[in-house]
């Protein structure tokens, strides 16, 4: 008789097994073990021609590429959840962008609010938003959606056990906040930092170079291990290149860097590949930006791709050290309606802004670098164009704008994906608030309509009236309330792990 008891509690046992999957059960939850893979398509034009997205789009007309402009998918699996986590070689990701998701959704079978789209923030890739002289700008939108949707597929199918591994450093003299005071002490901060000549003395307030790296290391012999990263600097290398070659500005290089040997020239050698696929993410960069002019405080500058090739090497050193693994926890998805008060000052001077509505109307016929735009701007005494456009944007805001924000933790490392461009401070106060060891705060990323929300200035950019200040959609305050809100997500997530 206890011969047959224990023959029946001995396939009572084997058939709990076979029911989990093989997989670990932690906190009374089962979990089928980490699944994570990798997809990459081109998204090169196939004409000439097009606009370039950075800068006044008018003069950038691509003459040819420097290097590929892709979209990446990476696909992490945990249990009955699936993410596809997309970093793509464009500004932002606006409703052009956002189109893809529901195909991608269609064709793969994974629910629209699973794909996260985020993009490099790139200057020099293409304006998927205009209108293109030559009529070819419909055929590019199909083809970026169909590029996108393959790179989903060829993620999913490359699945593969992995463990999950996070690191981070400090880099240093690489990522610099673009405002500055003078010799002659007045500060200076126009929202490009690379034309004050000779009159800079030093940058102002504290940049954030901290470099947070995941690797994803996969179990099968044939399988690369997969490494993301995540760094505050804006991608505007294009006064240090051919201004009208498609280029995916120093992601490329950094990823490939991680990805390939580097040849004689310091360019990726595509026939030496090391043992990692690399995906680049853009931290909280909204003032944080590689500058030019100034040698002494940023030596790298706006020099490309040795600036790229050096965010690489940071990494690698990274991926050589002792990282973290991280603890079997799930993945958890989460969604925050969110309502922030519009940008209103300067709208009770009814002169300025009818002068205001004068510059926006040549800078929208002509472009903004256009002599006569100049001419007016001159004229009224705007400090720059953004101030008068910015302006005339105010009068036509919404009170309020509503949106998503975006959180999701994998086996205890946090993620943020913000549709601003936030500043580095802001991403700092999230990174040093947060109740994870780890979280990577992702700008340029989706809201939940398809558009990019622009500009979220720290208090000191609206109080000293800097260039992000000017254009953008929210009252001051509100990138202090959005920290405080992505903080209390977060730890609202790790309750309920």
């Known amino acids: 008789m206890k011969k047959i008891i224990c023959i029946l509690l001995t396939v009572v046992m084997l058939l709990g097994l076979c029911a989990c999957g093989g997989g670990a059960t932690a906190g009374g939850k089962d979990y089928k073990g980490l699944q994570v893979g990798f997809g990459r398509t081109s998204i090169v034009p196939d004409v000439l021609g097009v606009e370039i997205a950075g800068g ?51 064709a793969t079978g994974i629910p629209e609010e699973n794909i996260i789209l985020n993009t490099t923030h790139t200057h020099s890739g293409v304006s998927i938003r205009s209108s293109w002289d030559n009529g070819e700008q419909d055929n590019y939108r199909a083809k970026y959606r169909a590029a996108a949707v393959d790179a989903a597929k060829l993620a999913l199918a490359d699945l593969s056990p ?5 690191g981070s450093t400090m880099t240093e003299n690489m990522v610099f906040v673009r405002h500055y005071l003078l010799e002659n002490g007045t500060t200076y901060g126009n929202g490009h930092g ?121 990494c690698q050193s990274v991926l050589d050290g002792e990282m973290t693994k991280a603890e079997g926890t799930g993945i958890q998805l989460k969604v925050h309606d969110y309502t922030a008060p519009s940008m209103k000052e300067g ?19 002509k472009g903004s670098s256009h002599v006569d735009t100049k001419a007016a701007v001159a004229k009224y005494g705007f400090p720059s164009v953004y ?27 946090s993620f943020i994906f913000a549709p601003f461009e936030m500043f ?31 500009y979220l200035p720290h208090e000191y950019a609206c109080e000293e009236s800097f260039y992000e200040y000017d254009v953008t959609k929210f009252a001051r305050g509100t990138a202090e309330d959005l920290a405080k809100t992505y903080v209390q997500i977060l730890t609202e997530m790790k309750g309920a792990e």
Not at 162 to 166: D, F, I, L, R, V
Not at 292 to 303: L, T
Not at 347 to 365: F, G, H, K, P
Request: charged fraction near 25%; aromatic fraction near 10%.
């Open 56 to 106: 006044d789009a008018s003069a950038r007309i691509s003459t040819g590429y420097r290097d590929e402009v892709s979209a990446t998918c990476i696909a992490i699996k945990e249990g009955d959840q699936t993410i596809l986590l997309y970093t793509i070689d464009f500004i932002t990701v606006d409703k052009n962008v956002y189109a893809a998701q529901p195909e991608i959704a269609e």
């Open 162 to 166: 992995a463990e999950m591994y996070y």
């Open 194 to 314: 690379t034309t004050a000549g000779t009159t800079i003395k030093e940058h102002l307030y504290d940049a954030d170079g901290e470099l947070q790296v995941i690797k994803f290391a996969r179990a099968a012999e044939d399988k690369k291990d997969v490494v993301l990263m995540n760094l505050g600097a804006h991608a505007t290398m294009m006064n240090s290149i051919d201004a009208n070659m498609i280029s995916a500005d120093w992601p490329y290089n950094a990823r490939s860097y991680v990805e390939y040997e580097l040849d004689e020239e310091g360019m990726p050698d595509l026939e030496k590949p090391k043992d990692y696929l690399c995906a680049v993410f853009e931290a909280a960069a909204g003032d944080q930006i590689p500058n030019s002019n100034i040698k002494s405080i940023a030596p790298y500058g706006n020099k490309y791709p040795e600036f790229g090739n050096k965010i690489g090497e940071y």
């Open 347 to 365: 709208l009770e001077d009814v002169e300025r802004l009818q002068q205001a509505q004068e510059v926006a109307s040549i800078s929208s016929a």
């Open 387 to 413: 101030e008068a456009t910015g302006l005339v944007s105010r009068s036509k805001y919404p009170d309020t704008y509503s949106m998503q924000l975006h959180a999701m933790t994998i086996d205890g490392v």
């Open 424 to 454: 580095g401070v802001t991403g700092r106060e999230i990174k040093d608030t947060s109740p994870y060891e780890m979280t990577f705060v992702v700008t340029c990323s989706e809201n939940a309509g398809g558009y990019h929300m622009g």
